[in-house]
């Protein structure tokens, strides 16, 4: 009697299926019990399966331009004139990364054939030539509207059985792959039935694994996967799949370092080069250098042709643009928008954002006085100002002098014309420093500024209080003020010139003045300091500003030694060798 009913069911269910097949719109219905239940060969529920186990060619696009078909391993593309041999899909990378060497460049990459292709049927058939891939691939349907479901996968291996018209279980399979899953399907009449062992286990494409028990189950996990992940079936091999929120990750996890910028087809990439962009969760993004802040908006959206960062600086038009990413990954994203624009940011998680201001700036440079340790004009050393003070008074008010000679101007803590921050000085009479200098680096006692393509270069060190509070300068000061002095040794590398300074005595004295004697008359008048500067220590600045016969000893000494009848100072010339002047009581 049991089994007259089983056979009874298993009748009422085969009629049931047989008459659902006919319409391919709507999933069969299908009783939600356990194992057993079947379905037609040429079914929703069948055709689904199929294509979930279909093989996926859209890995390479960026060499055969198909998504339905994929060359098999190994094979040789010339890519730019280099030959790269393709073993695995990781090779693939190296024809990407080609590519993305030079980005006004026309990109060639030729296939040598013979090439084999596997189809989505797991058919491999053998290209010999150019114009057969072709063909093969003007057949595909691209921009993800191919049948391949990629977005989940069988985790096998899986037990079907199969039924004849009969009724009758005709055979039972363990299915180990896609390959063996696709395959037995192609195999199927069109009114064979399929029943499936279940639970049955599938991956999605994010790696979380569900378990289906019933063939409505199976379809909807299925069907809802369709749509759920980019398949990357277009030819846009370098939109790299990821999502708005992958983007937005990133923006906000470290400060982003400038590498590239083009607009309207013009390279600005050195006025920001190595700045960094920092976004923040507030939607302000800050760009700065190290002496440079500029704040801005940000915003993030999806649109037709991808996902779209909004960047809006009212100050600099080259970042200010909805600009399409195409390209992201661990630490670089890459932006670009028609016309000839493009940004490339790289990922910079060691590097900390500048905190400093044009407030700021301003009030370090008004606290203190600024020391001339060197200028450096159309490539040429300025000596004449060397030991010169600046004075940066409230009111934009500069002083420059050496405690004789003093020249008077205005400043100010502005952008130039690139956007960086700089000291910009305006003073009649003295051309060697009315510039704007960008500021290049900066630390508590030391300003380095540096004017790009024009080799001028200007540093200043701090001096506040005329270095009361440092022992060590006020006991040098006091010991060279306590003259007079001879000169005993003077050297310029290998070369004897001291004897060209016998007779003359030099005298230190207040407000930084020296002088030098011959029989108790003055034959030349100059600037002394002794000062400490934080990279090279003690040092003794010495400047005639007029005289060939003293234009010698006008450097930045370094202190050597010193006691109350002798001070040894030395300094290392650009090629290495070594200078000596010693001072001794006579």
């Known amino acids: 009697m049991k089994k007259l009913i089983d056979n009874l069911l298993r ?45 996926d060619g859209s890995f390479d696009n960026i060499v055969d331009g198909a998504s339905c078909f994929a060359i098999q391993f190994p094979y040789t593309v010339n890519v730019n004139g280099v030959d790269v041999t393709i073993d695995s899909k990781s090779d693939l990378e190296i024809v990407e990364e080609i590519f993305d060497e030079l980005d006004d460049d026309n990109d060639v990459l030729d296939i040598a ?29 691209e921009g993800g509207d191919d049948d391949d479901i990629e977005c989940i996968d069988f985790v096998y291996p899986i037990t079907l059985f199969t039924f004849g018209v009969d009724n009758q279980q005709s055979d039972q399979v363990e299915i180990k792959n896609d390959l063996g899953m696709r395959r037995f399907f192609d195999e199927l009449g069109d009114n064979e039935l399929i029943s499936i062992q279940f639970p049955v286990t599938l991956k999605k494409h994010d790696g979380t694994q569900i378990t289906v028990r019933s063939n409505a189950e199976l379809a909807a996990a299925l069907e809802t996967s369709k749509n759920e992940c980019d398949e990357d079936d277009d030819n846009d091999y370098n939109d790299d799949d990821f999502t708005l929120e992958e983007l937005n990750d990133l923006l906000l996890a470290c400060p982003l370092e400038v590498r590239q910028v083009i607009r309207d087809e013009v390279d600005n990439t050195e006025q920001y080069f190595e700045q960094l962009m920092t976004f923040s969760q507030d939607g302000t993004v800050v760009l700065a250098s190290a002496t440079t802040s500029i704040t801005g908006t940000w915003t993030t959206s999806v649109a037709e042709n991808g996902v779209l960062l ?45 905190e400093v201001d044009r407030e700021t700036l301003i009030s370090m440079l008004q606290e203190c006085e600024w020391i001339v340790k060197k200028v450096i004009n159309q490539g040429g050393e300025i000596k004449r100002l060397l030991g010169y003070e600046f004075q940066f008074k409230t009111g934009g008010t500069v002083i420059l002098g050496n405690g004789v000679n003093v020249s008077q101007g205005s400043w100010d803590i502005g952008l130039n014309s690139q956007l960086k921050l700089s000291l910009m000085i305006t003073m ?36 506040c209080d005329d270095s009361a509070d440092d022992g060590d300068v006020t006991e040098i000061r006091n010991i060279a003020m306590d003259g007079p002095w001879n000169i005993a040794l003077y050297q310029e590398g290998e070369i004897q010139l001291t004897t060209a300074y016998t007779g003359m005595e030099f005298n230190f004295s207040t407000m930084h003045q020296m ?69 001794e009581k006579p």
């Open 11 to 55: 009748t009422v269910l085969v009629v049931l299926v047989l008459s659902l097949s006919s319409c391919q719109e709507e999933y069969e219905e299908i009783d939600q019990g356990g194992e057993g239940q079947a379905i037609a060969a040429n079914s929703t529920t069948a055709i689904l399966i199929k294509n979930t186990s279909s093989y």
């Open 428 to 463: 009649e009479g003295e051309p060697e420093v009315s510039y704007e200098w960008p500021i290049s680096e900066l630390t508590d006692s030391r300003f380095k500024f540096n004017i790009d393509d024009s080799d001028n270069e200007m540093v200043l060190l701090r001096v």
């Open 515 to 583: 002088e030098v004697l011959i029989n108790a008359d003055p034959v030349a008048n100059g600037l002394w300091r002794v000062l400490r500067d934080s990279e090279e220590g003690l040092k003794f600045y010495i400047n005639f500003d007029t005289g060939d016969d003293f234009v010698g000893l006008t450097n930045d000494w370094k202190v050597v030694s010193i006691t109350s009848t002798r001070i040894e100072l030395t300094d290392e010339s650009d090629d290495g060798s070594l200078d000596t002047l010693v001072f």
């Open 113 to 141: 054939f013979p090439i084999t292709v596997t189809l989505s049927d797991f058919t491999e058939i053998s290209i010999k030539n150019y114009g057969e891939l072709e063909k093969m691939a003007r057949e595909c349907i």
């Open 310 to 354: 909004n960047v809006d600086f009212e100050a600099v038009a080259d970042f200010t643009l909805g600009w399409y990413v195409y390209e992201l990954d661990d630490n670089l994203i890459k932006l670009y928008k028609d016309n000839g624009n493009k940004i490339i940011l790289k990922e910079r998680c060691d590097a900390e954002p500048s």
